[in-house]
């Protein structure tokens, strides 16, 4: 079991970030990521709404693909105006993930390398500042199908990829292959969903949703 902390997911106080990943034969089999949030609704924050879909459908995205000129541990979706900075975070001595204020995000160090060859990374975020204004992540709801997503190392070298799921997903049903270290390269971008209930999670109240974008590698 890996347990994460974090900073604010929502506009009071601070909260946490929680991964929890059930281990079995074939590695992690089960994923919850909470972000713990406190026991009152935060006011809206955005007015657009997830439009889910998945890699059976057709691509939607017909704006430019160019690779921008990103400086290093960067994501960045042009399409939403989505640019946040990438910090490394692992669990400390009681199992919590430090997750950074919410102008960046964090590339989780259990997950595979930004630009790795196999296995899956995973980059998380908060939705909105303390104040309840949202976030660089509370874009992330607006991606299509096919749209280009690039992320920078730390040595400043950009990958793109190409988005093809969105879902709003309960917290405690994340896909399994979500903290995979092996298989085909996967890239997945998570932040929670504030259009989704605001209900007890793992014993405290927050969001019932994350908002999670799945993208592949497009050479």
């Known amino acids: 079991m890996i347990e994460t902390h974090s900073y604010p997911c929502d506009r009071w106080n601070r909260v946490a970030l929680t991964v929890v990943v059930l281990f ?3 590695g992690a089999t089960a994923g919850v990521l909470a972000f713990l949030a406190p026991p009152a609704p935060p006011p809206a924050q955005q007015a ?3 439009a889910p879909f998945t890699a059976a459908g057709p ?6 693909a160019e690779i921008p000129s990103l400086p290093p541990a960067m994501l960045s979706i042009p399409g939403v105006d989505l640019n946040v900075g990438l910090v490394d975070e692992d669990r400390d001595g009681s199992g919590y993930l430090a997750i950074p204020e919410p102008s960046k995000a964090a590339r989780y160090t259990g997950s595979a390398a930004v630009c790795a060859a196999k296995g899956s990374t995973l980059l ?14 509370a874009s992330l709801v607006r991606v299509t199908k096919g749209m280009p997503l690039y992320v920078s190392d730390k040595a400043g070298v950009t990958c793109r990829y190409k988005v093809t799921g969105l879902e709003s997903l309960a917290k405690t ?3 399994a292959d ?3 270290i092996e298989g085909p390269p996967l ?11 605001f209900v007890p999670v793992i014993g405290r109240a927050q ?3 994350n908002t999670v974008a799945t993208a592949i590698p497009w050479p």
Request: with cysteine; aromatic share 8%.
């Open 24 to 26: 079995g034969a074939a």
């Open 178 to 180: 979500t903290f995979a």
């Open 124 to 137: 998380a975020g908060h939705v909105n500042f303390p104040d309840g204004s949202p976030a660089p992540m």
């Open 48 to 50: 657009a709404v997830l």
């Open 173 to 175: 049903s994340l896909p």
């Open 59 to 64: 691509d939607t995205y017909t704006g430019p």
């Open 207 to 209: 969001f019932a949703n």
């Open 187 to 197: 890239l997945r971008v998570i932040t929670c969903d504030p259009s989704s209930p």
